[in-house]
């Protein structure tokens, strides 16, 4: 995930370096602080997020900023630990941003894209595979980030721990099964034109499987790529030892919500949450 960014709004609020560079958050208060000064310069809300029929943003969100406070909260990959301390202030961080007006409320996902586009927002937290598209849209005439310009950076660091941010990826899988020669050489030969060819999945925004291609001139010639490589670095998944982890950022994206909206206390949630994951893990 990254922060997407208009520059004309940044702009116009004042939050840019001399060198161009968006001034970016680097805590809690300073993020809240950005966030209503956009609000009261340009009318318009600091985030773009899809909160509506969503699950995915709030966890990875939440695994983020855990992360940056050193929470091992997966120490035990069969027993999660998130009715904690470090968990409660990121809750109340978003929710904070939500009661105040700083981010849209009743987007899906396709309702957010279109939002940033028409230039409703400061900063769209969506994925490295939308960056060619909102890149070629800055260079389009008449459009809302063509105005001033558009930036992509890894999350800020808000916390004092570890420079990290969560990242998951995608992946091609064979089945176990007894197969010919010749239908392992047709799979073999499928998956070597993926891997020969990693450069142009990364095209889109994504980053490359192979370090080689990060390092390539080819790469680094290619549009904010400067500034997104460093997630290579600082991604960190899950531990690959916990099982069923879309079962389980279904559960965390539940209740964060339940509790960012308001509709479940804070504590509340935190332990719902605990508990729901773990009786999930205890039962497979």
């Given at each position: 995930?990254?922060?997407?960014?208009?520059?004309?709004?940044?702009?116009?609020?004042?939050?840019?370096?001399?060198?161009?560079?968006?001034?970016?958050p680097k805590?809690?208060e300073?993020?809240?602080?950005?966030?209503?000064?956009?609000?009261?310069?340009?009318?318009?809300?600091?985030?773009?997020?899809?909160?509506?029929?969503?699950?995915?943003?709030?966890?990875?969100?939440?695994?983020?900023?855990?992360?940056?406070?050193?929470?091992?909260?997966?120490?035990d990959?069969?027993?999660?630990?998130?009715?904690?301390?470090?968990?409660?202030?990121?809750?109340?961080?978003?929710?904070?941003?939500?009661?105040?007006?700083?981010?849209?409320?009743?987007?899906?996902?396709?309702?957010?894209?279109?939002?940033?586009?028409?230039?409703?927002?400061?900063?769209?937290?969506?994925?490295t595979?939308?960056?060619?598209?909102?890149?070629?849209?800055?260079?389009?005439?008449?459009?809302?980030?063509?105005?001033?310009?558009?930036?992509?950076?890894?999350?800020?660091?808000l916390?004092?721990?570890?420079?990290?941010?969560y990242?998951?990826?995608?992946?091609?899988?064979?089945?176990?099964?007894?197969?010919?020669?010749e239908?392992?050489?047709?799979?073999?030969?499928?998956?070597?034109?993926?891997?020969?060819?990693?450069?142009?999945?990364?095209?889109?925004?994504?980053?490359?499987?192979?370090?080689?291609?990060?390092?390539?001139?080819?790469f680094?010639a290619?549009?904010?790529?400067?500034?997104?490589?460093?997630?290579?670095d600082?991604?960190?998944?899950?531990?690959?030892?916990?099982?069923?982890?879309?079962?389980?950022?279904?559960?965390?994206?539940?209740?964060?919500s339940a509790?960012?909206?308001g509709?479940?206390?804070?504590?509340?949630?935190?332990?719902?949450?605990?508990?729901?994951?773990?009786?999930?893990?205890?039962?497979?």
């Amino acid at each position: 995930m990254l922060y997407h960014i208009n520059m004309d709004l940044f702009k116009q609020v004042g939050l840019v370096n001399a060198d161009g560079t968006p001034i970016l958050p680097k805590s809690p208060e300073e993020l809240l602080a950005q966030a209503e000064q956009f609000k009261q310069k340009t009318g318009k809300p600091y985030f773009v997020q899809n909160l509506a029929n969503e699950t995915a943003l709030y966890t990875r969100n939440l695994y983020t900023y855990l992360f940056q406070q050193d929470s091992d909260f997966f120490a035990d990959p069969k027993h999660v630990k998130l009715n904690t301390p470090e968990a409660k202030k990121i809750i109340e961080m978003y929710k904070a941003i939500f009661d105040k007006g700083y981010t849209t409320k009743d987007l899906d996902y396709g309702g957010s894209i279109n939002a940033f586009l028409a230039g409703e927002g400061g900063v769209h937290l969506n994925g490295t595979w939308v960056v060619g598209d909102y890149n070629a849209q800055s260079e389009s005439k008449g459009t809302a980030l063509n105005k001033g310009g558009y930036a992509v950076y890894p999350y800020p660091q808000l916390f004092g721990g570890a420079h990290a941010q969560y990242a998951d990826g995608h992946t091609w899988a064979v089945s176990q099964k007894d197969r010919t020669p010749e239908q392992m050489a047709a799979i073999g030969k499928f998956l070597k034109f993926f891997a020969d060819n990693n450069f142009e999945w990364s095209r889109t925004g994504h980053l490359p499987a192979y370090k080689a291609v990060i390092a390539s001139d080819a790469f680094k010639a290619l549009p904010h790529r400067n500034a997104i490589a460093a997630v290579a670095d600082l991604g960190k998944p899950l531990p690959s030892a916990v099982q069923r982890q879309f079962a389980i950022q279904d559960i965390v994206g539940e209740e964060m919500s339940a509790a960012i909206s308001g509709q479940k206390d804070v504590d509340a949630a935190l332990a719902d949450m605990e508990s729901r994951i773990n009786e999930l893990l205890a039962n497979i």
